[in-house]
């Protein structure tokens, strides 16, 4: 067991490469602190040192062009 609970989770970035969109199965990529998808540009929050990949929690896609 860890000595100190009290330190915030922090979310491990190596992970990314393993995890996919759940709304198009597209590439994540780490961006402040959310997982942004490459290919339909959904943003999923981090809560707590863990992403959130739930599409209905998602920010909608942006509109800029690629």
Do not use: Q, W
Not at 6 to 17: C, G, M, R, Y
Not at 20 to 26: D, F, I, L, Q, V
Not at 38 to 65: F, M, Q, T, W
């Amino acid at each position: 067991m860890p000595a100190n609970l009290a330190t915030p989770l922090a979310f491990d970035a190596s992970i990314v490469a393993t995890l996919a969109c759940p709304a198009c199965h597209g590439d994540l990529r780490s961006e402040e602190a959310r997982l942004v998808c490459a290919s339909c540009h959904r943003a999923y929050p981090i809560v707590d040192g863990i992403p959130a990949l739930i599409v209905e929690r998602a920010e909608a896609a942006s509109s800029k062009n690629d």
